[in-house]
């Protein structure tokens, strides 16, 4: 190599060597979709194809492919996050938060999605943990959703 020249390594080699040994279906890299809906955003694509651009919204570095649901839940409607609830048999004492960010659903895939509607927040806990839930329902009209809330993911 030449002064002033940079050595560009190839990902596609170690990408063989990886897929060889925990299997093909296990490396992969994901790649924005165009969706409203937070867990359609996203697809798995071939891990050497360059990365697309990303959307500006701040999202949690772990998204659940599927929301849990939260129990005992304490928040003043329509549009304060909540202040107290349960998540997998732990209590969680809400210090801060953020939104919320109204999502509708994607009418034009289904039916059932025409009304729905998840008002996402951006929650801090006690002991410093940041969490990304929503409620189904904008606090008003029924049809919009029961009220009900979930837990979407973890920031780090």
Do not use: C, N
Not at 65 to 82: K, N
Not at 128 to 145: A, L, N, P
């Amino acid at each position: 190599m030449l002064a002033g020249e940079t050595l560009v390594r190839d990902p596609a080699r170690l990408v063989d060597v990886v897929a060889g040994r925990i299997g093909a279906h296990a490396v992969y890299r994901l790649a924005p979709v165009e969706s409203h809906v937070p867990e359609r955003a996203v697809i798995r694509s071939d891990p050497v194809d360059a990365p697309g651009g990303w959307p500006e919204w701040v999202r949690p570095v772990r998204l659940f492919a599927r929301p849990e649901p939260l129990a005992r839940v304490i928040a003043l409607l329509p549009d304060q996050p909540p202040r107290r609830f349960e998540w997998r048999g732990t209590t969680y004492m809400i210090v801060a938060g953020d939104g919320p960010e109204r999502i509708h659903g994607e009418w034009w895939r289904r039916d059932a999605e025409v009304w729905a509607v998840r008002d996402y927040y951006r929650v801090e806990d006690d002991k410093g943990g940041r969490y990304w839930v929503f409620r189904r329902g904008d606090g008003f009209e029924t049809e919009t959703g029961d009220l009900s809330w979930w837990m979407h993911g973890v920031f780090a």
